[in-house]
């Protein structure tokens, strides 16, 4: 299988746009499209990339299926020793074995294939032939003595996952046997490692038996393989000797009704698994089926480049489908954060609108600040008044800022995807109260500092005093229509073109508080939302990768 250099750049650059995908907001098809994301990134770094760059490499055989139905067995008798625990309970259930010919161990000792898992391997062990005659040595079963960890991908289920390694002399060179957890296993890491490993098979070997050959999850994958088009293989394992006719003309049927009818298909009896050997294994002509079809897939040279190729294009092709899937996803996402933002923009710039419309109607000088105002100078002080208005026009801007959030909670409401950002549920709190009020008296710092300076800047010798210029100038500027008569007061003191300019300056000074106050609330709002960093620029970045890739091709 001859690839060009320029399909496999164009399928890591597609893998590199896979991998920065992110679907951080939970929305109805996000979780489909979050699994669609993590298998194109198995497929790709396990299997895809892998196999083009080496061609020569031996097939890998990925043996699954459901929970007790006969995986490890059926390995260690295709095998011809115990290599893989068997068992539902065993405690290597996370940890799959991988079985090769010892002239193909550096394949997989490395990090060509499932990078994410910590390469071990074990002592040499004696391997004993079919007839029970020693034949050579090689690594068999025992303690972990040597560890090589990989460098993470961040597609692989689990950072202390670990792949053990065996070899074997009865396997040809060529092929290897991946021996996977359930695919139905009660943990949830090891039903994710069995989907990751069935990825990154030439070979997907499913085994099912007489009584769980119907079930859903079995096919389920099932079906997903029809889809990628890869080479499969069932085993019907466990069949009673007096239905077996019957369960496989009906499990023949079933397949046939998937569009698998075309599978080749394998059947084992019932037996006890210690059956002429006390070794826990099959007897070989139980399984000399199977395994004569695996060394023809290995050895025969049209076979070999039949399956590579088939699960290879299989791969590929399912792309044109997967591809857009997930940059739709990517879309909806964009376009939830955009409505989730945009209603955090809208009720922040409808309460900022509503703001400007109170201070024109003069509702900051309103309460106790309205009673100040009434009683100056003869029963309040300027700073008195000062003080008034500050707290008037904090309450003012808190509740503005609590009407905009719950303009933010009642629109988020109806959004499923506020869930990754708290639901609007962004009330304001004591901290909010907190920097809104020293918000307020940094403006009156500001304000009095201008007022400060307008008075040193005059010319005449009875300046007025600037606490009492400073509070004049925020009457007007805050009390509207209601504190007319502060503008004349001011213009008595400043003259009216000296009031004028300070007037003009202090109008600029509050709109530039008042906006920042809002605006800084508001991108607090915003702030989880961005945090999560959903752009449109992955959408178009899928798509181009997948035209490059489909030009090359």
């Known amino acids: ?128 032939a079919a007839g029970g005659a020693p034949t050579r040595t090689v690594p068999g079963a025992g303690a972990a003595v040597g560890v090589g960890s990989g460098v993470g991908t961040g597609s692989g289920p689990a950072e202390d996952c670990a792949l053990r390694i065996e070899t074997s002399a009865t396997l040809p060179p060529g092929i290897a046997l991946l021996d996977a957890p359930d695919v139905d296993s009660l943990v949830v890491e090891n039903r994710m490692l069995a989907a990751e490993l069935i990825c990154a098979a030439d070979i997907w070997i499913m085994v099912t038996t007489a009584s769980r050959y119907a079930d859903a999850v079995p096919w389920h ?23 077996i006719n019957e369960v496989s003309r009906q499990y023949a049927a079933l397949l046939t009704k998937a569009g698998l009818g075309h599978v080749p298909r394998f ?24 395994r004569e079809w695996l060394v023809h897939r290995a050895l025969d040279p049209a076979a070999r480049q039949q399956t590579v190729v088939r699960t290879a294009a299989g791969v590929i092709d399912s792309l044109n489908a997967r591809m857009p899937e997930l940059a739709g996803a990517v879309a909806a996402q964009y376009a939830a954060a955009l409505r989730l933002s945009g209603a955090v923009e809208e009720a922040y710039a409808l309460e900022a609108e509503r703001v400007r419309k109170q201070l024109a109607r003069g509702a900051v000088l309103a ?58 549920h962004t009330a304001a709190d004591r901290e909010c109260a907190e920097r809104i009020g020293m918000a307020v008296r940094r403006w009156r710092r500001v304000l009095e500092e201008l007022a400060e300076e307008a008075v040193r800047g005059m010319e005449r010798s009875a300046a007025p005093d600037a606490e009492t210029v400073a509070a004049l100038l925020a009457a007007s500027l805050l009390g509207g229509r209601r504190a007319r008569a502060a503008g004349e007061r001011l213009a008595e003191r400043m003259g009216a073109h000296g009031a004028l300019g300070l007037r003009d300056k202090g109008s600029e000074l509050v709109r530039t508080y008042i906006e920042r106050v809002l605006l800084d609330e508001r991108d607090r709002r915003l702030a989880p939302l961005d945090a999560l960093e959903v752009t449109p620029e992955p959408q178009a970045e899928l798509i181009a990768a997948l035209s490059v890739l489909q030009k090359e091709r």
Not at 223 to 242: G, I, S
Not at 267 to 290: C, N, W, Y
Not at 402 to 420: C, I, L, N, Y
Request: charge should be neutral; proline fraction near 8%; charged fraction near 25%.
């Open 1 to 128: 299988m001859e690839v060009r250099p320029q399909l496999i750049d164009a399928l890591s650059a597609l893998r590199d746009r896979v991998a920065a995908v992110r679907l951080p907001l939970p929305l109805p098809g996000a979780p489909r499209a979050r699994r669609t994301r993590d298998e194109l990134l198995a497929q790709l770094d396990d299997y895809l990339v892998p196999r083009l760059k080496d061609p020569d490499a031996p097939l890998l055989v990925v043996v699954g299926g459901s929970t007790g139905a006969g995986k490890s067995t059926l390995v260690n008798s295709l095998v011809g020793r115990r290599v893989s625990e068997a068992g539902v309970l065993r405690p290597t259930t996370r940890t799959p074995v991988l079985v090769c010919h010892p002239d193909d161990h550096h394949w997989f000792a490395g990090m060509r294939v499932l990078p994410y898992l910590t390469r071990v391997w074990l002592p040499q062990q004696e391997e004993t």
């Open 367 to 424: 309460g106790d600040a309205r009673t100040r105002w009434r009683g100056y100078p003869r029963d309040s002080s300027a700073g008195e008044l000062l003080d008034a208005l500050a707290e008037s026009l904090t309450a003012l801007l808190q509740c503005a800022v609590a009407a905009a959030d719950e303009r933010v909670q009642e629109a988020w409401r109806r959004e499923p995807a506020s869930g990754a950002v708290g639901g609007g």
């Open 221 to 243: 994958l099932l079906r997903t393989a029809k889809e990628y088009d890869a080479m499969l293989v069932t085993v019907l394992d466990r069949v009673p000797h007096q239905v």
């Open 267 to 290: 059947t084992i009896p019932e037996l006890p698994e210690s059956a002429g050997r006390g070794s826990g294994l099959l007897p070989d002509s139980a399984v000399v089926a199977l």
